[in-house]
């Protein structure tokens, strides 16, 4: 595999700030058609993200109202690769986090895009992109 992390990613990423509810979280992410947002802070640096499973299994299955839980609450840990990583680095950043999507982040620490699971299926060869999903499902 040849390129860079921006080769992989797409473009448009849609933050959500910290301090948003998770139905409005829901809302981006239908009105984007993704399945996961970053969550920025009040200096437009990403916290963390947050992902549609994060919203049905830690506040709608745990009884918690999505208008009051913000995206902040529900931030995980951000793990990210700057645009001028190598590809491979990309891939191998997140088999090593066992994540499906990785925000991808320019010279000022802003994130410029994500590389997901589609991403990697539009790149990768077959055989590449199985050794991955095996990796990152079976771990």
């Not at 996961?36 to 745990?62: E, M």
Request: with cysteine.
């Amino acid at each position: 595999m040849t390129g860079t992390a921006r080769d992989l990613m797409s473009e448009g990423v849609e933050c959500i700030p910290f301090h948003e509810s998770l139905d409005r979280a829901a809302q981006l992410m239908r009105e984007h058609n993704v399945g996961a947002l970053p969550v920025c802070g009040p200096d437009d640096r990403i916290q963390g993200i947050i992902t549609d499973r994060d919203i049905v299994v830690k506040c709608v299955a745990a009884g918690k109202d999505v208008t009051r839980v913000t995206a902040g609450e529900l931030a995980t840990g951000l793990v990210w690769v700057p645009a001028d990583a190598t590809a491979e680095e990309a891939l191998q950043r997140m088999e090593e986090n066992q994540i499906r999507r990785l925000p991808v982040m320019d010279g000022d620490h802003r994130c410029i895009g994500m590389i997901s699971e589609a991403d990697l299926a539009r790149h990768l060869p077959d055989d590449q992109l199985a050794d991955f999903v095996h990796r990152v499902y079976a771990g």
